[in-house]
């Protein structure tokens, strides 16, 4: 149990264009998902804590209008990179906390691999 | 920064030789928690601590929190190739609605056949 999916797995696009993708909790309900964003042989950087049914948080230094995250089920969460440019060619991967949880049960995505040309 | 720090940032072994990883952190915690990424994939989780815990063991891998130094270790045993991977270890603070996972920076294991 506890899986949690991410789709694409890849994707590759031109700069400018805007690439959505999505976090998706297969068997159990996620009241809060996490995006991270982790760069070649570094570690993971939270972006946003993503709510269902209310705005996300958003880390410090994160654009707010350039990651816009909507979690608008108990099972999906989205992040769209707007406009996105080849500095953000990153590894994007999200986590769900499952209902009633406290920092233990987050599961976490395989991950979705950005690249901007 | 927010980031825990570990320690060391690469080692590499030979296969069957013990491998220590270490982890220090800022805030109080609730839990810390140990993960494992393959080259490139996404994250395992590997063990939980929690805050009023000291020692804990799951088959070859032995993790010790002290909270005092605000210090976490991770041991694995007769470590095999297919260790080789990078860990890290992640902190949920203690307090906030969240419990948001704050990651260190990472150890690059190399276990050499």
């Known amino acids: 149990g506890a899986v949690v999916s991410q789709h694409p797995s890849r994707v590759i696009c031109k700069s400018g264009t805007s690439v959505k993708i999505e976090c998706r909790s297969l068997?159990?309900?996620?009241?809060?998902m996490f995006w991270y964003r982790q760069f070649p042989k570094q570690s993971l950087m939270l972006m946003a804590t993503s709510n269902e049914g209310s705005k996300a948080t958003y880390e410090q230094g994160v654009e707010k209008d350039k990651f816009l995250i909507n979690h608008a089920s108990l099972t999906l969460s989205t992040l769209t990179v707007t406009s996105a440019h080849p500095e953000d060619s990153s590894f994007y991967i999200c986590?769900?906390?499952?209902w009633g949880t406290g920092g233990e049960g987050q599961f976490f995505g395989p991950g979705t691999r950005l690249t901007v040309l | 920064s927010q980031q825990g720090e570990e320690d060391p940032q690469a080692l590499s072994i030979q296969e069957g030789e013990n491998a220590t990883m270490n982890c220090s952190y800022k805030?109080?915690?609730?839990?810390l928690q140990w993960y494992r990424q393959n080259s490139g994939r996404g994250l395992v989780h590997l063990i939980l601590?929690?805050?009023?815990?000291r020692e804990k063991h799951s088959g070859r891998l032995r993790v010790t929190l002290d909270t005092s130094k605000k210090s976490s270790s991770l041991l694995i045993t007769a470590s095999r190739a297919a260790d080789t991977a990078s860990y890290f270890c992640a902190t949920a603070r203690q307090g906030g609605a969240t419990n948001k996972l704050i990651f260190g920076t990472g150890t690059l294991l190399a276990v050499q056949p």
């Open positions: 986590s769900a906390r499952a």
């Open positions: 805030t109080s915690i609730n839990n």
């Open positions: 068997d159990f309900q996620a009241t809060t």
């Open positions: 601590i929690r805050s009023n815990e």
